[in-house]
């Protein structure tokens, strides 16, 4: 790891019991699930807003169902999965300064990073992105790049 952080995966089962007591440090989420979870009563009381990532929201479905398919019943699908994402997205922006503000009341300080201080990140995990680009493909991290950079 870059910053000589030890990340492990856990269940919420481990995980609340791991932060109250100290076990680990701190735990990586959304704002949706900081806030649900409560993680504010764990011993939680930081939050740092650094925007590394967008979470995809992906739809799937078997190839042998999707084949069995019409072409009228695909396109009602894809436009269906295509509303469903723009909806999620909108209420995902909508809730968030709700939800934030929900955390700061129970008393979280929040950071929220300057540029520079978010490009910092991004240097310092290029190597990572680097790492995975030649796993999964240039074509495909350039994909989710122009989706991340359009509005």
């Excluded at 949706?32 to 930081?46: C, M």
């Excluded at 968030?96 to 929220?112: D, W, Y």
């Excluded at 240097?123 to 991290?141: N, P, Y």
């Amino acid at each position: 790891m870059p910053w000589g952080a030890d990340p492990t995966q856990m269940s919420w089962a481990d995980a609340k019991p791991a932060l109250t007591s100290g076990a680990v440090d701190g735990q990586e989420n959304p704002l949706s699930v900081f806030d649900v979870a409560r993680i504010d009563q764990v011993g939680q009381e930081h939050l740092t807003l650094w925007n590394y990532m967008n979470d995809p929201l992906i739809f799937a479905v078997n190839r042998q169902v999707w084949e069995s398919l019409d072409e009228a019943q695909q396109a009602i699908l894809r436009e269906t999965a295509i509303e469903a994402g723009e909806w999620e997205i909108a209420m995902t922006r909508e809730q968030e300064s709700e939800r934030l503000a929900a955390i700061q009341e129970r008393g979280v300080e929040v950071t929220e990073l300057s540029d520079d201080q978010h490009q910092a990140f991004v240097d310092a995990t290029r190597s990572v992105h680097d790492d995975w680009v030649s796993q999964i493909g240039e074509s495909l991290v350039e994909a989710a790049q122009a989706d991340i950079e359009s509005p």
